[in-house]
């Protein structure tokens, strides 16, 4: 029966954006924590890379949740501009091509 999942087209891209969204989500977290507790920081260049190849939704959950990095325009802004282009792409992709 795995086999036959791992066989399928779509199987391997679905978990690939299943797992970087948890990690962006997680990286959102970490990095809120970090900040409370003045430690070494994750970058945002590094943040953003991650809603750029994939994981814009976990990012954006995460700045909801933890209410981390609200109030930066660049993640203000920019997360969920990520967020469009690839739900288009995924709309393009899916249904269109």
């Known amino acids: 029966m795995w086999s036959e999942w791992t066989r399928q087209p779509g199987f391997w891209p ?10 962006g989500f997680a990286m959102m977290g ?8 003045e430690r070494w920081r994750i ?19 995460g700045m ?6 609200t ?3 660049l993640f203000r802004w ?4 990520i967020m469009a282009v690839q739900a288009a792409l ?3 992709l899916t249904w269109i091509r």
């Open 14 to 23: 679905v978990c690939y954006f299943i797992i970087i969204n948890i990690a």
């Open 30 to 37: 970490i990095d809120k924590y970090k900040a409370k507790h």
């Open 43 to 61: 970058r945002e260049r590094t943040l953003m890379l991650t809603a750029a190849l994939g994981g814009s939704v976990g990012v954006f959950c």
């Open 64 to 69: 909801r949740v933890f209410h981390h990095k």
């Open 71 to 73: 109030l930066h325009n």
């Open 78 to 81: 920019g997360v969920p501009a």
């Open 90 to 92: 995924a709309v393009y």
